[in-house]
């Protein structure tokens, strides 16, 4: 049994949990701020996942995958912001 | 037995630590500002600690990882507090009062709830 790939798989497990417990938030979020905040959480988390994967199954391609989710997520998650403040401000 | 394996392990370890107990404070805090603060840590150190190990893993990639980090370190705080404004905007008088002990963002009027602590007595 190589201990590596047995490292690597336990951390996957770890990962797994929190983004699990992320979406538990994602779905009690009791309004839109929360489930924002739980969405970039989850985002983060698959970006990890996949590094974690491409270090796991020697894919190092899946680190641009990993790096164009990165960006994805912080652009949706200041859309979001924005978009709150600016209906607020529009009552 | 690689030295190089080893350093990856430990660096994927302390950033899937760190994600595993933000994402429990993102769980289990009570109001939007304390889960935001919860958030914070798994938006820096433990998304870096993880893509780190994925640089060191494949030195091709070292200088991309390093880049992608940086851009987390500028990107945290701005997504942080762009959600804050956001979150303080939306929420209702009630619930502020409910959540903030002091809110700094009221039209430069400051109020506390809780009664000041007392100030020694000089000498």
């Known amino acids: 049994m190589n201990w590596f790939d047995a490292g690597i798989d336990i ?46 199954h020697d894919a190092p391609m899946l680190l641009d995958i990993a790096m164009v989710a990165a960006v994805l997520g912080f652009v ?9 403040e600016q209906a607020r401000d529009g009552e | 037995m690689e030295t190089r394996e080893i350093i990856v392990l430990i660096v994927a370890s302390i950033g899937a630590l760190i994600m595993l107990i933000s994402s429990i ?24 600690g993880l893509i780190l190990a994925a640089g060191l893993f494949y030195p ?33 008088p009630a619930a502020k009062e409910a959540m903030l002990e002091f809110n700094e963002m009221e039209n430069g009027r400051q109020r506390t709830k809780r009664k000041p602590a007392k100030k020694k007595a000089a000498g």
């Open chain 1, 11 to 56: 951390l996957l497990v770890m990962l797994t949990l929190s983004f699990l417990l992320g979406s538990l938030r994602l779905i009690k979020g009791p309004d839109v701020p929360n489930r924002a905040l739980a969405f970039d959480l989850i985002t983060l988390q698959a970006v990890g996942i996949v590094a974690l994967i491409a270090i796991r």
């Open chain 1, 76 to 84: 949706g998650t200041v859309l979001v912001a924005r978009y709150l």
């Open chain 2, 25 to 48: 404070g993102v769980l289990t805090l009570p109001d939007v500002f304390m889960r935001m603060h919860a958030f914070g840590k798994a938006g820096t150190m433990g998304i870096s």
């Open chain 2, 60 to 92: 091709n990639y070292l200088a991309r990882m390093v880049a992608l980090v940086i851009l987390f370190f500028v990107t945290g705080p701005i997504a942080a507090t762009a959600l804050s404004r956001a979150a303080y905007k939306v929420a209702t």
